[in-house]
Nanobody, 127 residues
Framework: QVQLVESGGGLVQAGGSLRLSCAAS????????MGWFRQGPEKDREIVAS????????YYADSVKGRFLISRDSAKNTVYLQMNSLKPEDTAVYYC????????????????????WGQGTQVTVSS
């Protein structure tokens, strides 16, 4: 059974930082392209960042480019999202997603491309 468990969310003031973690189990982590999505109040779920199974390629939404950093640790079966210079508009539930693939360098952008999802972790940024 595949499980993705997010942690690290919370309440932070604008300008602060948080690091989200997503611990994966039930599939071969090194075979999975990974992504972070978020869904704000009354908004659609949107891509934040994604990383290839090899870790060599990454993608960031324009809204977080230069502030967020996605990384992965295969020894810990964990993907991270370091979030710096947080803004109130970053407030959302953040979801981890996984897509097993045989292509080491491919990254995915669309929620429909990901197969497995975590339950989400709330991030609230106060002004």
């Amino acid at each position: 059974q595949v499980q993705l468990v997010e942690s690290g969310g919370g309440l932070v003031q604008a300008g602060g930082s948080l690091r989200l973690s997503c611990a994966a189990s039930g599939f071969t982590f090194s075979s999975g392209a990974m992504g972070w999505f978020r869904q704000g109040p009354e908004k659609d779920r949107e891509i934040v960042a994604s990383i290839s199974r090899s870790g060599s390629n990454t993608y960031y939404a324009d809204s977080v480019k230069g502030r967020f950093l996605i990384s992965r640790d295969s020894a810990k079966n964990t993907v991270y999202l370091q979030m710096n210079s947080l803004k109130p508009e970053d407030t959302a539930v953040y979801y981890c997603a996984a897509r097993p693939t045989v292509i080491s360098s491919i990254i995915y952008y669309s929620r429909n491309e990901f197969r497995y999802w975590g339950q989400g972790t709330q991030v609230t940024v106060s002004s």
